[in-house]
């Protein structure tokens, strides 16, 4: 079984910066494709970034050149480090892990960004 905690979350004000950590249990990190969603009030869940097994990392087109994703494998730890955050990135951020067809989740980070 695997087991995924967030952390990190929290209120900051526009144009801040956040860094969330996914911390995972066992060594599992270089051998998943990791990454993160989010979920915003009253929408679906929508894909935010992954890196995987190989180092290969993508993102959702409205976070690129102001999220990174990375991943510290001696820690077991994911990261997402956001900046020039706006009001609209306020959402409840989840780390997942892919290992074949199997998908395992944490329970999620609140971020909301106000003034």
């Known amino acids: 079984q695997v087991q995924l905690v967030e952390s990190g979350g929290g209120l900051v004000q526009p144009g801040g910066s956040l860094r969330l950590s996914c911390a995972a249990s066992g060594n599992i990190l270089s051998i998943y494709s990791v990454g993160w969603y989010r979920q915003a009030p009253g929408k679906q869940r929508e894909w935010v970034a992954h890196?995987?097994?190989?180092?290969?990392?993508d993102y959702v087109d409205s976070v690129k050149g102001r999220f990174t994703i990375s991943r510290d494998d001696p820690k077991n730890t994911l990261y997402l480090r956001m900046n020039s955050l706006k009001p609209e990135d306020t959402a409840v951020y989840y780390c997942?892990?892919?290992?074949?067809?199997?998908?395992?989740w944490g329970e999620g980070t609140l971020v909301t960004v106000s003034s």
């Open positions: 997942f892990a892919d290992f074949g067809v199997e998908r395992y």
């Open positions: 890196i995987t097994s190989g180092g290969s990392v």
